[in-house]
């Protein structure tokens, strides 16, 4: 059966075979790296999942569209009371989150195929740093620590494909860093694997953390601790890595808040 050897590592599988029939003591041992079939299989999964979406996507717009435009014309009323403006808002935030959930997976359906190119990580986050933290609301005081190791490998990916994923881990990290401390503050680290070959990073919050029972359904579609949530953005960015053969894992080193680790793969790789 396919497995991980470490929490970070992409999937393997190992077979075996006897090199002499007659004495079977020498044995000859493959050991596969899955995330081309995976990447494959994703592919062929989403362009099933295009075909369902589409349909599904305009029968659930048509009504929530008028259901929305029904609120917006009841706001209008002057004889609302306080609790008609509560079912209101409680029609309104519950419409957006419907139509999250529309868009994330019609995002996931129309995915087009990574265009990669041979990324030198370190100058490729700064500049992610800088375009990123000029999306925020400066009210807001956003910060990311930046910690780069030396000697990086550069890394082959989708420039736009990976921004997506790592807009989706920020976001994410400082929401749930300013829950737990007020603060809405994370760390992104970049280094080396332990072989030196490929790279990694890191996007780490002080937030609450995910509880051991919900850890391994994280990357679970429609999974979400936040009521606001749709569940669907880290199982979209998982795919995203995998379209880039790159392997997106919750690490677990028992530090508070949750760690989130993008670990690329060999730039002498094509995707």
């Known amino acids: ?3 991980r050897p470490f929490q970070t590592s992409p999937m393997l599988q190992v077979n075996f075979t006897q090199l002499d029939q007659e004495r079977g003591d020498q044995i000859l041992v493959f050991i ?4 081309k079939i995976t990447q494959q299989a994703q592919q062929m999964k989403l362009a099933s999942l295009g075909r369902l979406t589409a349909g599904i996507a ?6 929530l569209g ?4 029904a609120a917006q014309l009841m706001e209008e009323s002057p004889h609302l009371d306080h609790g008609d403006q509560q079912m209101l ?29 041979l990324i030198d990580v370190s100058g490729w986050l700064k500049e992610f740093k800088a375009d990123y933290l000029q999306t925020q609301d400066e009210s807001a005081r956003s910060v990311i620590d930046l910690s780069l190791a030396p000697n990086i490998p550069p890394a082959r990916f989708d420039k736009s494909q990976i921004e997506q994923v790592m807009v989706n881990l920020c976001d994410n990290g400082l929401r749930y860093s300013q829950q737990q401390t007020g603060q809405r503050r994370i760390e992104i680290r970049a280094g080396a694997t332990v072989d030196g070959e490929r790279a990694y990073l890191d996007v780490r919050d002080t937030g609450p953390g995910i509880s051991q029972e919900h850890q391994g359904s994280v990357f679970e579609p429609f999974f979400t601790t936040d009521k606001s949530g749709t569940g669907l953005g880290l199982y979209l960015a998982r795919e995203l890595c995998e379209a880039n053969q790159a392997h997106l894992s919750m690490v677990n080193d028992n530090q ?4 989130f680790r993008i670990t690329f793969a060999h730039p002498g790789r094509l995707i």
């Open 32 to 35: 596969e790296d899955m995330s």
């Open 1 to 3: 059966d396919p497995f």
């Open 58 to 63: 305009h029968e659930i717009r048509n009504p």
């Open 89 to 117: 808002d409680i029609i309104r935030r519950h419409s957006r989150r419907v139509n999250g959930i529309v868009e994330n997976v019609l995002d996931l359906s129309r995915r087009r195929t990574a265009n990669a190119d």
């Open 256 to 259: 508070p808040g949750c760690c």
């Open 66 to 69: 008028a259901i929305s435009h």
